[in-house]
């Protein structure tokens, strides 16, 4: 079976930045363990699967080691694809995902993802991540995610993981987010996953739906903008709505070609 794939850097304007994500259009789902495989092969931070229906775009997604409740960069690339590549007509597209329907808006080179908040609550470090990082945070909250807030974009850039530690944490489809007030941006983050191929993710819009909400708060202000400092970098335009934040960004083709299914 011949399949298309695209593969598109999100929240970049340029290539070879922002994060990967493989985008493969389908007429009906695919075994799951096919689709595992898939996203195996492709060896990004995540690849995202599509059937469109007749209102709305069924959209599902997989690191290379399992399947996610909720992905911003690879649904931003999945529209992108749709609205670039396939002419997909209406500017709002619905997506069905394991966290309810999503909308993207698109507006000239700018999708915006409407997404749930997610809004951190304060806890404990555990021992085990406390361990496993160089820098220890002034702040802990979670939600999904482990919240790690530090007093300078400084410290999360320095910021080490000594993975022999960190694989041994159990977050389910979580991690551990490291963010602190920016410098030439309202905040700046970075995104870990323990057990994971792919330790630090480039760009994580999911973990925004935690970081808006809090610095949308320590900041007194509902639109920011925010940087993840990874090696590739990733700029995302932030808007609090209180129960759902947009997630906003451009993105680039870094491929397009085919794959083949047995």
């Known amino acids: 079976m011949k399949l298309p794939i695209y593969q598109i850097d999100a929240f970049t304007e340029e290539i070879y930045g922002g994060n990967p994500a493989c985008v493969v259009p389908l007429q009906d789902w695919l075994p799951d363990e096919v689709l595992l ?11 995202a699967f599509f059937v469109k229906g007749k209102d709305k775009v069924y959209l599902r997604w997989f690191t290379p080691d399992l399947e996610m409740d909720l992905c911003g960069h690879a649904t931003l690339a999945a529209a992108y694809v749709l609205k670039v590549h396939l002419d ?32 951190p609550v304060r806890a404990d470090l555990p021992k085990i991540i406390k361990e496993a990082i160089s820098i220890q945070p002034d702040a802990v909250l979670m939600a999904r995610d482990y919240v790690l807030v530090y007093p ?4 999360v850039a320095n910021l080490q993981i000594d993975r022999n530690i960190f694989d041994k944490i159990d977050l389910g489809t979580g991690g551990v987010i490291a963010t602190a007030k920016g410098e ?16 630090e993710d480039p760009v994580t819009g999911s973990a925004h739906c935690s970081l808006i909400p809090y610095w949308s708060k320590q900041l007194n202000k509902s639109d920011m903008t925010a940087l993840q400092l990874s090696e590739r ?18 993105a680039r083709t870094f491929m397009v070609g085919h794959i083949w299914v047995d």
């Open 152 to 155: 300078s974009e400084s410290m």
């Open 37 to 47: 495989k898939i996203a195996k092969e492709n060896a990004v931070a995540e690849t």
């Open 88 to 119: 997909y007509e209406s500017d709002v597209m619905v997506f069905d995902t394991l966290s309810g329907e999503l909308k993207v808006e698109c507006h000239a080179d700018i999708l915006t993802l409407d997404f749930p908040a997610r809004e």
């Open 184 to 199: 030439q941006s309202d905040f700046v983050s970075r995104f870990f996953t323990p057990q994971a191929t792919i330790l």
């Open 233 to 250: 970098r990733g700029t995302l335009y932030c808007q609090d709505k209180n129960d759902r934040v947009l997630i906003s960004g451009k």
